[in-house]
């Protein structure tokens, strides 16, 4: 404490909120520059995502040869994954020996979370500060706090008064959870909820499933990853890393090239069987229509409505579990180990929410309009207010003290998802308006991050101490990423993406869908004619 009692004020270059995938990698590019960093992060740890989402069956759906850091190559040489799908724990890992590998630890606040930043016009600086009572002062303050961190639990009247036990997935405990011997229910059966079931019902003594929206999963066929396959990729990294980068999604999905109805059904019910077999989020890219055209959607759904009747043996469950109301894929498509199979056991009972609602948590369950349930413990997957969320929860104030919030009142507005009008030298990673979500989101971070890197680096070197988009180029963007989205069916369907998870969040298409290849080069254009829609001072 000064003499006056306030805080001193610390003083960096760079200030980095989070110390998940984006926040470490951007402490690695931006200590390259020479820069100091403070970091700030809410957890005992860092990780992100996967320090808070250690539930079971907690894993990643994109390979995990993939899923991972390009930045350092003797890090990628050197690393061993163990299974084609990286678990939670495998991940955590991996990110606490990126921490330890390159020192980072130093440069990071944990158990700290950033309650304000605040634009200082006059100084040109960002001030923030701390739940702890820190204030720092940056000329760049870069949010890394994730598109998924902002952990919803649903309002749920009585939920004060449960004398169980309760958890949100996305804030997962760190010592063991056993629900050995227990009634357990799971609200929500979006990824979390999907990956989160089968586990839980091989320990519980019975588990409750509270559905209200069904959704479409693939199985994973998840299995230890074969030496070869790895070798193969660290053999040729740069070359597969620079064919995701050039990808729709950062992802080496198979894309299919032709439509639904340039094949015949026979070719076309192969064709949805091989990806089936293959596994995994690839499926959805069978052929090139199917987010464009709802009659070849429908075909591509009705393939999986039948795997999941095939599945489920009692007729009423598989029927349940068929979704029907939305398009397959505009709404994240989950990826899963036995989901479908663990309704077929004994001790698990789908319950319908869209029939009979929750209308309260008692002391000791849950009561729809149907029945009451008796429960040791409820496990909500509910999931996020994703994309702005984490963004929303800071008071961020920018020029003559304009609020994001304000800003944002009637939905997210941004130049590329990296900054907003009104807000110099404050830049986000993977933000509203960039593909962020739809991705393989180590790419984009990586992608975001190395932009941010170079765009400092440069007003550095040209004498420039502010960059901030220009309104007509934030209005611009933001009027292509709605025109881009409303070319396809995600528009169509009540989904976090459209931010319909959140009672009186706008119905906004959040990312960028154009595909991340284009995206990047847009944003690789804007940098090469000198941060076109940008101004520099
Ligand atoms: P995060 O990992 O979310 O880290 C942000 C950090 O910022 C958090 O630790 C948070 O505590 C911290 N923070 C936020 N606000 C503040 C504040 N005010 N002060 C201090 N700290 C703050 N993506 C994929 O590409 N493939 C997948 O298969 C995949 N699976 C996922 C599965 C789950 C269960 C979830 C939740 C997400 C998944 N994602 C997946 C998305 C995942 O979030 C990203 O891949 C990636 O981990 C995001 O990294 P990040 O650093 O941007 O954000």
């Given at each position: 404490m000064s003499g006056s009692g306030k805080p001193p004020v610390r003083h960096v270059d760079a200030i980095v909120v989070g110390a998940g995938f984006a926040g470490l990698c951007l402490l690695y590019r931006l200590r390259g520059l020479g820069l100091s960093v403070r970091v700030f992060e809410t957890g005992a740890g860092v990780g992100g995502t996967w320090f808070w989402n250690c539930y079971p069956g907690a894993r990643c759906d994109v390979e995990s040869l993939q899923y991972s850091f390009s930045f350092?190559?003797?890090?990628?040489?050197?690393?061993?994954?163990?299974?084609?799908?990286?678990?939670?724990?495998?991940i955590q890992r991996y990110l606490d020996h990126v921490a330890d590998r390159f020192d980072m630890r130093r440069d990071i606040s944990l158990e700290t979370t950033v309650t304000a930043a605040i634009y200082d016009e006059q100084a040109n600086l960002w001030r923030v500060e701390t739940d702890r009572g820190d204030v720092f002062e940056a000329r760049f303050c870069i949010m890394a706090t994730g598109?998924?961190?902002?952990?919803?639990?649903?309002?749920?009247?009585?939920?004060?008064?449960?004398?169980?036990?309760?958890?949100?997935?996305?804030?997962?405990?760190?010592?063991?959870?056993?629900?050995?011997?227990?009634?357990?229910?799971?609200?929500?059966?979006?990824?979390?909820?999907?990956?989160?079931?089968?586990?839980?019902?091989?320990?519980?003594?019975?588990?409750?499933?509270?559905?209200?929206?069904?959704?479409?999963?693939?199985?994973?066929?998840?299995?230890?990853?074969?030496?070869?396959?790895?070798?193969?990729?660290?053999?040729?990294?740069?070359?597969?890393?620079?064919?995701?980068?050039?990808s729709r999604s950062g992802i080496l999905y198979e894309y299919a090239q032709r439509g639904t109805f340039e094949v015949d059904e026979d070719e076309r019910r192969r064709e949805y069987e091989r990806r089936w077999a293959t596994g995994g989020a690839n499926f959805t890219h069978c052929f090139n229509d199917i987010f464009f055209d709802r009659s070849a959607n429908d075909l591509a759904a009705e393939f999986v409505r039948e795997k999941i009747r095939e599945i489920v043996k009692d007729p009423k469950v598989a029927e349940m579990l068929t979704p029907t109301d939305h398009a397959i894929g505009t709404k994240r498509i989950c990826v899963d180990t036995d989901y479908y199979k663990t309704f077929n056991r004994e001790n698990v009972t789908l319950v319908d929410l869209r029939q009979a609602p929750i209308e309260e948590i008692t002391e000791t369950g849950i009561r729809t309009a149907a029945a009451h349930y008796d429960l040791d413990a409820i496990v909500f997957a509910t999931g996020y207010d994703a994309v702005t969320g984490a963004l929303l929860k800071i008071d961020i104030r920018g020029r003559d003290g304009l609020k994001l919030a304000d800003k944002w009142h009637g939905g997210p507005r941004s130049y590329l998802g990296l900054m907003m009008a009104g807000?110099?030298?404050?830049?986000?990673?993977?933000?509203?308006?960039?593909?962020?979500?739809?991705?393989?989101?180590?790419?984009?971070?990586?992608?975001?991050?190395?932009?941010?890197?170079?765009?400092?680096?440069?007003?550095?070197?040209?004498?420039?101490e502010r960059i901030e988009p220009t309104e007509e180029a934030e209005d611009a963007w933001v009027r292509e990423v709605g025109e881009v989205a409303s070319k396809t069916l995600f528009t169509g369907t009540n989904s976090w993406y459209m931010g319909a998870n959140i009672p009186g969040k706008p119905r906004v298409f959040l990312p960028y869908v154009g595909g991340f290849g284009k995206y990047s080069q847009i944003c690789e254009t804007v940098a090469a004619e000198g941060y076109r829609g940008f101004q520099l001072a």
């Open positions: 350092s190559e003797e890090l990628q040489q050197e690393w061993e994954w163990t299974e084609r799908y990286a678990s939670q724990p495998e598109c998924l961190s902002a952990a919803r639990v649903p309002d749920i009247k009585g939920l004060d008064r449960f004398g169980g036990q309760w958890f949100h997935t996305g804030r997962w405990p760190k010592q063991p959870v056993s629900f050995r011997g227990k009634r357990v229910a799971v609200i929500g059966t979006g990824s979390s909820g999907i990956q989160a079931i089968p586990m839980i019902a091989a320990e519980a003594d019975h588990l409750f499933v509270l559905q209200r929206t069904p959704n479409f999963s693939i199985p994973a066929w998840n299995a230890p990853l074969p030496v070869e396959r790895q070798n193969e990729w660290k053999e040729n990294y740069e070359e597969h890393r620079r064919a995701a980068r050039n807000f110099p030298n404050l830049f986000v990673i993977t933000g509203p308006g960039s593909p962020s979500i739809l991705t393989n989101v180590v790419v984009s971070i990586e992608q975001h991050v190395d932009w941010v890197a170079r765009c400092i680096d440069h007003m550095r070197a040209g004498g420039a």
